[in-house]
């Protein structure tokens, strides 16, 4: 038996997980990209959601330049056959989404 986790905690606990993404994207874009999704999920909406969900919800509400590289993301992880993603857009995504993250924390 759980008790309620204070939501300040775990956003902390997530936030901890994405916290070094940008040294992990070139050897994980997948974990990366789609949990980079879900904690914003979480930031902006309150969502708790899987890799995928949070794969899906990328897809939906960031911005178009990132969609084909949530896309891909997804697809690698739904089938896990490992597609190819450049590494300066991979870059560019995860920079964005930690300034996006860490804003006003």
């Known amino acids: 038996m759980f008790g309620t986790i204070p939501k300040n905690e775990y956003f902390d606990s997530i936030k901890a997980d994405i916290e070094n993404a ?29 890799k995928e969900q949070g794969g899906e919800w990328g897809i939906k509400n960031l911005p178009k330049q990132y969609i084909s590289l949530i896309n891909t993301a997804l697809k690698d992880y739904k089938s896990e056959i490992d597609g190819t993603f450049d590494l300066e857009h991979s870059l560019n995504f995860c920079n964005y989404m930690l300034k996006t993250i860490f804003a006003n924390n």
């Open 22 to 50: 940008s040294e992990l994207i070139q050897d994980n874009p997948v974990y990366v990209i789609l949990n980079l999704c879900r904690v914003l999920a979480y930031k902006n909406k309150g969502l708790i959601l899987s």
